[in-house]
């Protein structure tokens, strides 16, 4: 025990003098059996004295002598007498009660500190209380004083923390090596538990997105917010930005925007992509003043994101892009702001990474054509609006420079698309220049003109519905008849990539030229709208085309050709494809016996009649001036029992069967 004791007390923190050093052991073996010290050894020194000085030691007083020159030593050589008139030694004036009393408490720390007691001395044991606190030179006196403080406040802290040890559990020990090579998350010396996983922040995004798909939009924002900012980064802020928008809480999305900012972390383009692309979503823009504030706010900030990545990084191409404005012009072409995506356009580079690409004009057409539609829908006239006649043309006209200056600038069918949308609705000149951009990018070859033995590379559904609706807006109902047959002998459908190009729209589109043609006094359009019908319902059974299958409006448009030419002939014949009933059996003889006779395909291939079918059948009739027809068309109405389909919603079996006389049933098909 008193051996532990001397190792927890380091004599290195003892006073020494003269290259004298204090004995611990012997200091602390004294005091702690309470007797003094031997009587021919001093109490402070390894070296015996002499008598005569045994006695004197305790009468010597603690005053300050004058400073040995370097040469002097106590131990130098000289007469006796010289030796008994030497100053005393400074600072030595102790009393043995005092010994006794910081001996006790040095033993008592030493031994208290922990509760192992060992059997037999070691040296690699060592008690918590080996850091005692240095003495500096001066009076032993003070020296000691300060020691004992030193112990006190020592001791006390080991009762405090034997206090928390009995409340929480086992203390540890304070500087402890095996306490400082235990595994992270243990609570003791012998815990060989692994450390505790931490959090990351792709695991945190699956929980963000977990807690969204449950509909606990708030509760992913609190758990984001209350996790360790070691967990977080700015993708999983993204994360939950993205998780706000699809959920329609805007206003969430832009706190948690702010959120983020707050606690440090830098938004980047994809911040500001998922932002404006959710706000972009919205329809009814008077319902959302507030996000329309926030939309212009957010393209400030990536604005200032923009000079700062141009400042310190020129060549970040990621950063550099041109989505967040993509969508930042969706939404001002939406709310009709025209003049606000000229200031965006015009704030862009003129070339570099940031000047505007392809992407970004094709939102420049369309936000253009938004608002010339918000135009077109707030005026009393029924022709489009030419209010923005020249921005279209002006964007074009920046995209053919964009062609020849850019390196990597090329064209795509969108943007050839958009803009010839765009151009549409603009002046005479705008619609010119958009047939232009037709025939030079898509292929098509004007009236008179030869076409090209295959379809351009640009030629898609969507280029192809544009050009067709720029020929009707012209009013140039050949022309949009040349270009449709045009594209039907160039395809391949071999090809499953161009069976693709043409589907039921298109067909709209050309049927109605025929129309408008038959309205001019044109003939024989009724035969060909009859013969674009026959090769829809050809090549949907062949390639199994439903985008290409014709549908009710399919059929109304065949008719109101034919009742402009008073067709009568190819009107019973598209009755025939349409509802599956053989019209020409009303010339039987035997035609009050089985006058419903049905043509022999698929029942889902037929398509049940409504009234306004019966009235194109009707009308045609009457522009026959026939009294055969007038009867012919009566017998139909029979057929499909006007009667009932006038007092009753359409649906259900149409087919009559009085008397029994009906030699077959026929039910609706669902409506496609």
């Known amino acids: 025990m008193l051996h532990g004791a001397h190792q927890g007390l380091r004599t290195s923190s003892l006073p020494s003098y003269a290259g004298l050093q204090l004995s611990p052991y012997r200091f602390i073996t004294s005091a702690a059996v309470g007797r003094a010290p031997p009587k021919r050894q001093s109490l402070l020194f390894h070296r015996p004295l002499?008598?005569?000085?045994?006695?004197?030691?305790?009468?010597?007083?603690?005053?300050?002598?004058?400073?040995?020159?370097?040469?002097a030593s106590p131990h130098s050589q000289g007469s006796s007498s010289a030796r008994r008139n030497r100053p005393p030694l400074p600072g030595i004036c102790i009393d043995p009660a005092t010994f006794t009393q910081i001996g006790s408490s040095y033993f008592q720390v030493a031994t208290a500190g922990d509760s192992r007691k060992p059997s037999a001395p070691s040296h690699e044991w060592r008690s918590p209380v080996r850091d005692a606190p240095p003495i500096i030179p001066g009076p032993v006196s003070s020296q000691i004083s300060r020691a004992a403080a030193s112990v006190d406040v020592q001791q006390a802290s080991?009762?405090?923390?034997?206090?928390?040890?009995?409340?929480?559990?086992?203390?540890?020990?304070?500087?402890?090596?095996?306490?400082?090579?235990?595994?992270k998350g243990s609570t003791s010396k012998g815990d060989t538990r692994p450390p505790m996983k931490l959090l990351k922040p792709y695991d945190l995004a699956l929980e963000l997105q977990r807690l969204c798909g449950q509909g606990d939009v708030d509760g992913a924002v609190r758990r984001l917010q209350s996790t360790p900012k070691d967990a977080q980064n700015t993708s999983v802020w993204n994360t939950m930005i993205s998780l706000c928008t699809h959920a329609g809480r805007y206003k969430r999305a832009y706190e948690v925007f702010t959120d983020m900012k707050r606690r440090g972390f830098s938004p980047n383009v994809a911040t500001f992509s998922t932002l404006l692309k959710g706000l972009s979503q919205i329809d009814d823009w008077s319902k959302h003043s507030k996000q329309l504030v926030n939309a212009h706010t957010l393209y400030e900030y990536y604005a200032d994101h923009?000079?700062?990545?141009?400042?310190?990084?020129?060549?970040?191409?990621k950063e550099l892009s041109t989505v967040p404005l993509v969508f930042y012009l969706s939404i001002l072409g939406e709310v009709g702001d025209r003049q606000k995506i000229f200031d965006v356009f015009f704030a862009m580079d003129a070339e570099g990474l940031f000047a505007p690409d392809k992407y970004l004009f094709c939102s420049m057409f369309d936000a253009i054509t938004k608002c010339q539609e918000r135009q077109s829908d707030s005026s009393d006239e029924v022709v489009p609006s030419n209010t923005a006649r020249?921005?279209?043309?002006?964007v074009w006209l920046q995209v053919e420079k964009a062609v020849q200056k850019q390196r990597g600038f090329e064209l795509d069918s969108r943007v050839i698309g958009a803009a010839i949308r765009a151009l549409t609705r603009g002046r005479p000149n705008?619609?010119?220049?958009?047939?232009?951009?037709?025939t030079k990018h898509l292929g098509f070859a004007?009236?008179?003109?030869?076409?090209?033995?295959?379809?351009?590379?640009?030629?898609?559904?969507?280029?192809?519905?544009?050009?067709?609706?720029?020929?009707?807006?012209?009013?140039?109902?050949?022309?949009?008849?040349?270009?449709?047959?045009?594209?039907?002998?160039?395809?391949?459908?071999?090809?499953?990539?161009?069976?693709?190009?043409?589907?039921?729209s298109h067909v709209h589109k050309l049927l109605r030229a025929h129309s408008a043609l038959a309205r001019r006094g044109s003939?024989?359009?009724?035969?060909?709208?009859?013969?674009?019908l026959e090769w829809c319902l050809e090549n949907d059974v062949v390639y199994q085309l439903p985008k290409l299958r014709p549908d009710r409006q399919t059929y109304h448009l065949l008719f109101m050709a034919c009742w402009r030419n008073g067709d009568w002939i190819r009107l019973t014949r598209g009755f025939?494809?349409?509802?599956?009933?053989?019209?020409?059996?009303?010339?039987?003889?035997?035609?009050?016996?089985?006058?419903?006779?049905?043509?022999?395909?698929?029942?889902?291939?037929?398509?049940?009649?409504?009234?306004?079918?019966m009235s194109f059948i009707m009308r045609t009739a009457l522009a026959t001036k026939s009294l055969n027809h007038y009867k012919h068309a009566m017998w139909l109405a029979e057929c499909v029992d006007l009667d009932t389909m006038l007092q009753e919603p359409p649906g259900g079996c149409f087919l009559s069967r009085k008397g029994g006389r009906a030699s077959g049933s026929y039910h609706q098909s669902p409506q496609r």
Request: hydrophobic share 30%; proline share 8%.
């Open 390 to 394: 020249s921005d279209a043309k002006y």
């Open 523 to 532: 003939p024989d359009e009724s035969l060909q709208a009859l013969e674009v």
């Open 50 to 71: 002499p008598e005569s000085k045994h006695n004197d030691i305790y009468k010597r007083s603690s005053k300050s002598v004058p400073k040995r020159p370097p040469s």
């Open 306 to 317: 923009v000079r700062s990545v141009k400042y310190h990084e020129p060549d970040n191409t």
């Open 430 to 438: 705008d619609q010119v220049l958009a047939l232009d951009i037709a």
């Open 576 to 613: 025939e494809l349409m509802t599956g009933i053989r019209a020409t059996s009303f010339h039987d003889l035997n035609q009050e016996q089985g006058p419903h006779k049905l043509l022999e395909r698929p029942a889902n291939s037929n398509l049940s009649p409504d009234l306004e079918t």
């Open 158 to 183: 080991s009762d405090e923390a034997n206090t928390s040890s009995d409340r929480g559990g086992e203390a540890k020990a304070i500087r402890d090596p095996a306490h400082l090579r235990a595994p």
């Open 446 to 504: 004007m009236l008179g003109e030869r076409a090209t033995l295959r379809p351009s590379r640009f030629l898609t559904p969507w280029t192809l519905d544009v050009t067709l609706t720029l020929c009707n807006t012209m009013q140039k109902y050949r022309l949009c008849v040349h270009f449709m047959r045009q594209v039907i002998e160039r395809l391949d459908l071999d090809k499953p990539h161009e069976r693709q190009i043409v589907d039921r």
